[in-house]
């Protein structure tokens, strides 16, 4: 494998990255002198201007890093499940905020059958049609 073709995998990954949800995606190939070989993938921490999340991958060759690499942006969940999730973790922080406060029952209340609600459209998908 030369690194005209190590290139042109890598250089499809950002844009696999970010549809996936990813905010400002990097991909890193890394050689060094007396060290295995690397990759580094990283984004933009969801709800963070400056902090990174990164995703570090070694291997004893660049074809199976590459693979590896694809592997995992793969099995990225979709924007969409990234989105209901982020949203589902907002809304189980405000019930809970609610409770601790002691906001009455017939504000809180709804607000768990919501949750109800979309966790059981994410176990079997039943999106209401719009």
């Known amino acids: ?18 549809a996936k949800g990813k905010n400002l995606p990097e991909v890193t190939f890394r050689i060094e002198a007396n060290s295995a070989s690397s990759m580094s993938l990283r984004h933009a921490k969801a709800g963070s201007r400056w902090a990174d999340e990164f995703h570090q991958i070694s291997g004893k060759t660049p074809s199976e890093l590459l693979a590896k690499a694809e592997a995992w942006i793969a099995a990225l969940p979709t924007a969409e499940e990234t989105r209901m999730k982020e949203f589902m973790t907002a809304l189980s922080d405000v019930i809970e905020l609610g409770r601790k406060s002691g906001v009455e029952v017939e504000f809180v ?17 039943q999106r209401v049609a719009a």
């Open 109 to 125: 209340n709804p607000l768990v059958e919501t949750m109800k609600r979309l966790s059981s459209n994410i176990i079997t998908d």
């Open 1 to 18: 494998m030369d690194t005209k073709e190590i290139q042109k995998r890598i250089d499809v990954m950002p844009a696999a990255m970010s």
